[in-house]
């Protein structure tokens, strides 16, 4: 019997790597053809809420955009002359109010005093243009403290200094005060003196009936722009 011939190798550190078994083929002998999954089809009730449930956030987002931010709105009659007329379409930013200072010369939407401010329910049908507000937009022109005093055809004093105001269609004709205006109030006239319905028929204006400042015009197009 011949004895066996043993020899010895000394491995090398590439040859202690543990060779990864081989990828068997696809389509090998004895393997059956590759696994094809199929998602199930989205039901029909599946679909219909996720169509509502995008439809319901959009008119959230809407709702909280147009009554925490900004809103549209349009001018109704002829009691802002020169700058705003019958028709125009404002932006109206409702969010300075609660951290900024109201000044004079501000062109505000609010509510009249005096009269029911709208339910949750007429603030959302408004939103869509279903429901009338009835809200008003003025000029401030008397703030907390002032005493304002219109004097016919000459113009408005404001702590018996007579304002500069480029924006009017005309003088007031008729004698106003004078008049202290009170705390948390605000004096509001319309730019079109003598046309107007304002705070010298109605009062002074709380400021919790404010809803914003009117800033730009977005309509008609020739005329879009800054308010003033």
């Known amino acids: ?18 060779a990864e078994p081989p990828t068997p083929a696809l389509n090998s002998v004895g393997s059956g053809p590759p696994e094809i999954l199929i998602e199930p089809e989205e039901s029909v ?4 809420f ?4 995008e439809i319901v956030i959009t008119l959230l987002l809407f709702l909280v955009l147009r009554n925490l931010v900004v ?4 001018i109704p009659s002829a009691s802002m002359h020169p700058g705003l007329l019958e028709g125009d379409r404002l932006l109206v930013e409702v ?5 900024a200072s109201v000044k004079q010369g501000d062109i505000l ?7 029911p401010k709208p339910t949750l329910k007429e603030m959302i049908l408004s939103s869509f243009g279903i429901h009338d507000d009835h809200a008003m937009i003025k000029r401030v022109i008397g703030l907390p403290g002032d005493i304002v005093e219109v004097i016919p055809n000459e113009g408005v004093k404001v702590n018996g200094q007579m304002l500069k105001e480029n924006y009017t269609a005309e003088v007031a004709s008729q004698p106003y005060g004078p008049k202290q205006v009170p705390a948390g109030h605000l004096l509001m006239m319309g730019d079109n003196r003598n046309q107007s319905s304002d705070g010298r028929i109605w009062g002074f204006l709380p400021l919790e009936n404010i809803i914003g400042k009117a800033t730009i015009r977005f309509y008609p197009f020739d005329r879009i722009g800054m308010i003033r």
Request: proline content about 7%; charged content about 25%.
């Open 45 to 48: 009730g599946a679909k219909v």
């Open 95 to 99: 969010v300075s109010k609660h951290f």
């Open 71 to 74: 809103q549209a709105r349009f």
């Open 1 to 18: 019997m011949a004895p066996y011939n043993l020899r010895l190798y000394r491995m090398s550190p590439e040859n202690t790597q543990e």
């Open 109 to 115: 939407v609010f509510y009249r005093p005096g009269e």
């Open 50 to 53: 996720y169509i509502v449930k």
